[in-house]
């Protein structure tokens, strides 16, 4: 940002604006601010030139006070109940408005100073599945807007654990000869290790075409799981990268009624058509839950984490062979745990909702709730009703709909 003509005794005010959607990661949601501008390491013995302005840019040594302050106040307006929130790296005051709205500010006689972040978490609560709504109605842009969210319990009992069904669709091609696919074996023999007996699973490796361990998915038995590391062992790395086609008969695989299906897609991710493997994915998320992992020295990123994006996942990347045990496990950790499955969304003919993203909706985790936004026209009255399958029985869910208190209330909803 460059500002000129200004003349002395002139004040200037600068606003900015930009919107962030939080995730949740391990329960705790958390809003940095940064604030500091520290000294930049270059090997480059010349540091005079345009390009090296940011290493050469002025800094305070240690220990030397900061001339400048920031004040800071934070609204927590989360739809759903507040268990915890606050600041780890400056002392703050928390007034609760309500169970779901805080107000935050700077304890009294204390100032930020800009030499560490101002670093916001809180944490929802509840001991079973909660929804919650925000709603903002702009009278500039003439719009009105919602963002629904299902929040998984806090701590979700085994009960509330439906029988769940794993797709693993793995390439074998050329490029993932040697670790990556050393890699992609350790990783399933760890998954499909894991498995209760009620779970059930499959596997499609592919490259220039397609193998499918069974037509319908197999039991997690000892027997199938022997007979997948049989498979397993045999695949080497050759071919083609025909990512498109083996997802379009991953989804079509036969699929166990009132299960929760989980589909891992372990590749390299060199491919040239990532939009359209995008798009499947966001029209199957009612079909299965897609998370994807990365392996090889130079994995594709956008592909990875787009199409986990896309599936409302989580992307896990390993570059080399002593993460991959880690990522294996947090993997594991989250596939683990669906709260609620075969999810519907109800909006009632008084509510006029439209644009609504996703299209589809995936399983609710233990780790991961589910967002939906959206536009809506007219007044805000009725209900939402959510429906699923959590454990074995079915159940729903119902948020009253009413008007916000002011055209401020939730303004960053246009935004998302």
């Known amino acids: 940002m460059s500002v000129g003509h200004i003349l002395p005794g002139d004040e200037i005010e600068v606003t900015l604006r930009y919107t962030e959607h939080l995730l949740a990661t391990d329960k705790i949601y958390e809003f940095d601010f940064p604030t500091v501008v520290g ?3 270059s090997n480059d013995k010349n540091t005079s030139g345009p390009a090296d302005q940011w290493v050469a840019n002025p800094y305070l040594t240690k220990d030397t006070p900061s001339p400048s302050t920031f004040n800071v106040t934070a609204t927590v307006n989360a739809g759903l109940p507040l268990n ?12 609760f408005v309500s169970d779901s709205t805080a ?28 929804t919650g709504l925000l709603l903002h109605e702009d009278e500039k842009l003439g719009e009105n807007f919602f963002l629904l969210t299902v929040q998984p319990p806090e701590k979700p009992k085994l009960t509330d654990i439906p029988d769940r069904d794993y797709v693993f669709v793995v390439d074998v091609s050329g490029s993932m000869n040697g670790f990556p696919l050393d ?6 023999e760890n998954l499909i290790g894991s498995l209760r007996p009620t779970d059930h699973f499959n596997i499609l490796f592919f490259a220039g075409g397609n193998k499918v361990l069974s037509p319908t998915p197999l039991p997690a038995t000892q027997a199938n799981f022997r007979k997948a590391l049989r498979m397993l062992d045999g695949q080497s790395g050759n071919g083609a990268t025909q990512l498109l086609p083996a997802l379009k008969e991953a989804f079509a695989l036969p699929k166990s009624e009132g299960t929760s299906r989980s589909m891992v897609v372990v590749s390299d991710g060199y491919v040239s058509f990532e939009r359209d493997a995008f798009g499947l994915i966001r029209d199957n998320l009612n079909d299965a839950n897609v998370f994807t992992f990365g392996i090889g020295s130079s994995v594709n990123p956008f592909l990875i984490e787009s199409m986990a994006r896309a599936g409302q996942g989580e992307p896990f990347i390993v570059t080399t062979k002593k993460h991959a ?5 947090r993997l594991r950790k989250l596939l683990t745990s669906p709260v609620l499955t075969d999810v519907e969304i109800t909006f009632n003919d008084e509510f006029e909702a439209y644009d609504i993203e996703p299209r589809t909706y995936p399983d609710v985790f233990a780790d991961r709730p589910v967002v939906v936004f959206g536009k809506y026209r007219g007044k805000p009255t009725g209900a939402i009703e959510v429906a699923g399958i959590s454990g074995k029985e079915k159940i729903k869910l119902s948020d009253t709909i009413s008007a916000p208190n002011s055209e401020e209330d939730n303004a960053a909803l246009p935004y998302l």
């Open 103 to 130: 107000k935050l500010s700077l304890q009294p006689g204390s100032e930020a100073t800009d030499d560490r972040d101002f670093i916001l978490k809180y944490r929802l609560t509840g001991d079973k599945i909660i």
């Open 84 to 95: 915890y929130i606050a600041c780890d790296t400056y002392p703050v005051k928390v007034d």
């Open 325 to 329: 045990k880690d990522e294996a496990t």
């Open 39 to 41: 000294p930049r390491f």
């Open 183 to 188: 890699t992609s074996k350790e990783l399933l």
